[in-house]
């Protein structure tokens, strides 16, 4: 057989092989799309997990479960159950959530249950970056995506875990450093490993920065102040009037003492 | 009227004479497809077969046909040997058809604006039928012509066929070269996911380093002072417009060099060597283009075909796809793709220190000390980003652009050019020692817990962390040095393994996961670099099927005495996919 010969077996070969290969590729791919959608949803649901805890937390609580007096819970029946039909939206929750969250909300629509009547700021913040807000498309249909998930739980609420705390419950610090995740300062201030928010001023190595400050007791006297009366002093590049002064109201004393505690750990290297 | 039409129908032929008009017909028609040939020509140059008629008509289709006429009519046998120039300039043509295939069918679903770009891709892999495959494809037949470009290039080098007429022919092919390298890299960007993102911000910075016009330069390549909707539309329209076209110019004029001017080259043992005149003689024998050599060309599609289709069936190759792109997180292992890898590798040479600390030294005793002078300080005059990133580069490729004229050299026998075969194994091993000095892991320092999270679970990517089973994960707080990595989960846990259906004892990857993370902080503490360590993996159930993994490492800093607190976390999801 002459070398030509071959390459014509050979290459009739691959084709048909080639062909063969395709066509089981083919036949699979209906199930990889659906997988793939299936594996896709979850990671949609991971990451609106993380969106949600860098921006929602501060008033929406650390596990969506809503700080009274200042924003719903975000995992109850009640939003599964009839808070569609209560304010009338005739699409999906998921919709909802995504058309709520992008524009934010001016007016309260239960100002007596939570905050918006004449207590600070607009209720709800515009989040999405076509109205001024910091957040994409994506991220806010994830983070709808993350509140639907909760479903499972809304409707069969006795399968719901008690919450696990990260901390070793005997060090201040380490629970002050709870208290910073769950008051929602991770929202905008940042810290090496927490968080990389730019709202307000980077708090690595605060305490350091805490002992040059002139007019106070000292280092804790204020961290503490600027916690509760954040007016007092204002960080250079950034303006007044952007912290919640409302935290003497919302945190315990026991909170406070421990997230002051763990600024103070953030010495400068 | 019905008596023309009799008529009419007794003039059309019958039986033989009908059979031979219907032949002639048929055939006329064939000559005219396939610019000369008949069918009976046709099934001979399939079979291998001696052509049919004379003169050959198989010559006639490369003076008729535009396609055929670009290529010689024959070729020196010596030339076709597969020793000789192992396919690797018609693999990468090959492998430029490819990308030009599948990246027309890409660009249907594509996207180039930052807020759909990435969603557009999961668009492609999730909604398009063989969307993966067309995308993996493309990744990799791209990742496959630069690496053949490469071939081609050590390859022309070592068997000196880049001299005498060949000279310009060398030219073109190294600005080819350049071409691929920034075909490739402007595809890079189009994901707009992390990789993508960072390595052209990386990547393009180093035109802003340049002086005077470099800040205009990096404005005029990035529409803006940072990559965004003007940037990405830019390397979108490099990627699928310009450049494809510069491209189809350069290897047009290549290849017309090579099949018009001075054909591909003999082996120089056929040319130069001792060799009998039977090889001389064989080497020499013309070999038809049509039908040996298109016979030949079509089995190689064949194999490209089957190859592409079978590494990407048994999941060989993935197209990567990292998280969309955030310009406010700098990724912490930022990696250029593997081409460019040199280049980082020499970014991270800082030129003005080497020879501050060589010649400090020695200049301190006899001038400066005696002097009065102060030490030389290059590094302020030079910047490094400058020289490495802008001044050698181009050097490098300068050099490669005039290799032809730089070695005068007429002999093409590696015996009789042993400099020139030196110099090129010495570039290759110059080339993989700074590639290995780019890999992210070389010359860059990373606090230790930080390395031993991200080994664990990188920021990009899956690592053993987002590797383990749904059913391992449970939930509780396992404290390093106290909890037994072994003793994680309860000795009668099991679960069944969703894939195989086997059932699983224990908690094997859970226990890995674990032993890694302790074993790595431990290390580190005993290496005084994580003093008072306490560190903790805590599991907690955050929603329905949705798990979250915090992993906290608390020491105190052995400089300042202060408490230090490195922290991560990660959701994950029970349908997650468990592969990359």
């Given at each position: 057989m002459k070398r030509i010969h071959l390459e014509i077996a050979l290459g009739t070969i691959f084709i048909i092989l080639s062909s063969v290969v395709l066509i089981v590729m083919a036949a699979e791919e209906p199930g990889r799309l659906a997988r793939f959608e299936v594996e896709q949803r979850a990671e949609q649901i991971e990451f609106g997990a993380a969106v949600f805890e860098i921006n929602c937390t501060s008033c929406h609580g650390s596990h969506a479960q809503g700080i009274p007096g200042k924003a719903p819970c975000l995992r109850c029946p009640e939003l599964f159950a009839s808070r569609l039909a209560e304010v009338g939206w005739p699409g999906s929750l998921e919709d909802y959530i995504v058309s709520v969250v992008s524009t934010g909300r001016q007016v309260s629509t239960r100002p007596a249950l939570y905050?918006?009547?004449?207590?600070?700021?607009?209720?709800m913040p515009t989040w999405s970056e076509r109205f001024g807000g910091p957040l994409r498309d994506d991220q806010i249909r994830a983070v709808a995506a993350f509140i639907v998930n909760f479903q499972g739980w809304a409707e069969n609420p006795e399968v719901v875990p008690t919450p696990l705390v990260a901390v070793d419950i005997n060090d201040p610090v380490s629970l002050g450093r709870v208290a910073f995740v769950q008051y929602g300062c991770i929202g905008c201030h940042a810290i090496d490993g927490l968080s990389q928010a730019t709202t307000g001023p980077a708090l690595d190595g605060v305490a350091t920065r805490a002992e040059t400050r002139t007019g106070y007791e000292s280092a804790e006297d204020y961290i503490r102040t600027s916690i509760l009366n954040p007016g007092e002093f204002v960080v250079e590049g950034f303006g007044d009037g952007i912290m919640p002064t409302n935290f003497s109201e919302l945190i315990s004393e026991a909170d406070l003492e421990n997230l002051v505690l763990f600024l103070l750990s953030l010495t400068e290297p | 009227m019905l008596n023309s039409l009799r008529q009419r129908l007794s003039n059309i032929p019958r039986g033989e004479d009908l059979r031979n008009r219907i032949r002639t017909l048929i055939d006329d028609r064939v000559r005219i497809i396939t610019a000369g040939l008949s069918i009976r020509e046709l099934r001979a140059v399939l079979r291998g077969d001696?052509?049919?008629?004379?003169?050959?008509p198989r010559y006639k289709v490369i003076t008729t046909s535009f396609i055929a006429h670009l290529r010689p009519r024959y070729y020196p046998q010596g030339s076709t040997w597969f020793t000789h120039t192992f396919r690797l300039g018609w693999f990468t043509t090959f492998f430029f058809m490819v990308e030009l295939i599948t990246g027309l069918v890409l660009m249907v679903y594509y996207v180039p604006f930052p807020d759909q770009a990435y969603g557009s891709i999961l668009e492609i892999e999730s909604n398009v039928f063989l969307g993966e495959l067309w995308r993996d494809l493309h990744r990799l037949g791209a990742e496959a012509m630069v690496l053949f470009t490469w071939l081609h290039l050590f390859r022309t080098y070592f068997t000196g066929s880049y001299k005498g007429a060949r000279t310009f022919t060398w030219l073109t092919g190294v600005l080819l070269l350049a071409i691929t390298a920034w075909l490739s890299f402007t595809g890079y960007l189009l994901t707009w996911d992390q990789l993508g993102y960072w390595a052209i911000t990386v990547g393009s910075s180093m035109a802003e380093a340049g002086p005077v016009f470099g800040p205009a330069t990096n404005l005029i390549l990035r529409g803006a002072p940072d990559i965004g909707v003007g940037g990405l539309l830019r390397f979108y329209l490099n990627h699928v417009v310009l450049f494809p076209l510069v491209a189809i110019l350069f290897i047009s004029i290549h290849y017309y060099k090579v099949s018009r001017e001075h054909g591909i080259s003999l082996p120089a043992a056929i040319e130069e060597g001792d060799v009998n005149d039977n090889k001389k003689k064989e080497a020499n024998r013309r070999v038809d283009l049509i039908p040996d050599l298109l016979t030949h060309e079509i089995f190689l599609v064949s194999v490209g075909i089957l190859a592409l289709l079978l590494i990407l069936y048994f999941d060989l190759f993935n197209s990567p796809l990292e998280t969309h792109a955030n310009p406010q997180a700098t990724p912490l292992d930022t990696k250029a793709p593997w081409y460019f890898w040199w280049l980082q590798g020499l970014l991270k040479i800082d030129p003005a220190k080497i020879i501050e600390n060589l010649v400090n030294p020695i200049l301190a005793l006899p001038l400066l000390k005696p002097l009065g002078l102060p030490p030389l300080e290059l590094s302020r005059l030079l910047n490094s980003k400058f020289i490495m990133g802008l001044i050698v580069p181009p050097v490098v490729v300068g050099i490669l652009f005039v290799i032809p004229y730089i070695d005068r050299n007429p002999a093409r026998l590696a015996r009789k050019r042993p400099f020139a075969i030196l110099w090129g194994i010495a570039w290759i091993f110059i080339l993989l020692a700074l590639s290995y000095m780019g890999l992210?892991?070389?010359?860059i320092e990373t606090p230790a817990a930080t390395r031993v999270i991200q080994d664990l679970a990188p920021e990009e990517g899956m690592g053993i962390l987002r590797e383990t089973p749904y059913e391992e994960l449970l939930p509780g707080i396992y404290t390093v040095g106290e909890t037994d990595p072994d003793g994680i989960c309860p000795s009668d846990f099991s679960y069944r393994n969703r894939e195989t259906g086997e059932e699983v004892i224990g908690c094997p990857h859970l226990t890995e996961v674990f032993a890694q993370f302790s074993e790595g902080l431990l290390r580190a503490e005993e290496e005084g670099r994580l003093p008072d360590l306490h560190a903790t993996m805590l599991i907690e159930q955050f929603g329905p099927e949705l798990i979250r993994v915090e992993l906290d490492v608390i020491w105190t800093?052995?400089?300042?005495?202060a408490t230090k607190i490195y922290a991560k976390h990660y959701f994950l999801h029970e349908d997650r996919s468990l592969e990359e």
């Open positions: 905050q918006g009547e004449g207590k600070g700021p607009p209720v | 001696p052509p049919t008629e004379k003169p050959n992210p892991q070389f010359g800093d052995p400089e300042t005495g």
